[in-house]
């Protein structure tokens, strides 16, 4: 089992990086659709609808990968393959690059208007309010963290758990984009969704930092600074894991992180991280570099990690 897990966990990053995201019928967007018609049912304002929801579609997920591992348990070519479909199905990787980068171009470019378009489909801040470096700094810190939530967290938790560990990490992290939220409609609904992602990504978010101070050096970057900056920045940010490698990232490529950040519904004054320059977009274009890196470092870790685990179960 640890040989298949780890043959298609490489071919599942191979397909995402030759691929990236399927354009028609991608698996997550169909979850995503049926776990808004569960919102739908299930829907009350208070916890406990919150728990039922989370429990439902997070269970369904997980019973999913478990039904396909045990399918395919005697059959090692069959099992890599259904690996390697789960793992381009919940990478998120190249299409973060390929947005980045398109966001980089747009700034070094001139066309502001484009870049804040293009933002738009990375966070969600009202890009009105966004000047060049604050196209730049959200960019870079939607970059960072999803570095770590569509690249290295999956990777982990397929290591970890195979099928059921991706296809249950990614529903746990579709949900808390979906309903994860400290509105009015989501403060007491989206609650255990919040904290299983905050859970399912605590250990995931700091390897994701560690990698980043690893690897930072290969886009002329500072791993002291990556180091230093995570230690003393990250504990900061209002996200328990969020902050990890935003900081990480801020102290890499030594420049400043955080700061005045307006939502429609809200602005959140957030801690500074870092105490390099303001970004632009030639940081825009270094942070995807660094990022296309540390997911080519994660995969050979999870491969490691898969087989070692085997290993130890032989």
């Not at 997980?62 to 393959?81: I, S, Y």
């Not at 529903?171 to 007491?188: C, I, L, S």
């Not at 930072?216 to 180091?227: I, L, M």
């Not at 274009?285 to 660094?290: H, I």
């Amino acid at each position: 089992m640890g040989f298949a897990r780890a043959v298609g966990l490489l071919v599942g990053v191979a397909a995402d990086a030759a691929f990236g995201d399927p354009r028609r019928g991608h698996p997550v967007a169909a979850f995503g659709k049926v776990a808004q018609k569960v919102e739908n049912a299930v829907y009350r304002d208070n916890r406990g609808a919150g728990v039922l929801y989370t429990g439902l579609l997070a269970g369904s997920a997980v019973v999913l990968g478990v039904a396909a591992e045990r399918l395919t348990k005697r059959h090692p070519v069959a099992q890599a393959a259904v690996t390697a479909a789960a793992t381009w199905a919940v990478l998120g990787g190249t299409s973060l690059v390929r947005e980045g980068t398109a966001i980089g171009r747009a700034l070094d470019g001139g066309d502001l208007e484009h870049a804040r378009e293009r933002v738009s489909g990375l966070v969600s801040r009202d890009p009105a309010s966004l000047d060049v470096q604050g196209v730049a700094r959200a960019t870079v810190e939607s970059v960072a963290e999803n570095t770590s939530d569509a690249v290295v967290a999956p990777l982990l938790w397929g290591a970890i758990g195979g099928v059921p560990g991706l296809l249950g990490y990614r529903a746990v992290n579709t949900m808390d984009a979906m309903v994860g939220y400290r509105n009015e409609r989501y403060r007491n609904f989206g609650w255990a969704s919040a904290r299983l992602d905050d859970v399912a990504n605590l250990v995931p978010s700091r390897v994701a930092a560690m990698l980043t101070a690893l690897c930072a050096p290969v886009v002329g970057g500072d791993a002291r600074g990556a180091w230093r900056t995570w230690r003393l920045d990250a504990s900061a940010h209002p996200s328990p894991n969020a902050g990890q490698v935003e900081s990480a990232f801020a102290g890499g490529l030594e420049i400043r992180l955080g700061g005045r950040t307006v939502y429609p519904h809200a602005v959140e004054n957030r801690p500074v991280m870092g105490d390099g320059r303001t970004p632009d977009g030639g940081d825009v274009t270094r942070s995807v570099e660094l990022s296309r890196v540390i997911g080519a470092v994660s995969a050979g870790v999870a491969v490691g990690v898969s087989l070692l685990l085997a290993r130890r179960k032989g």
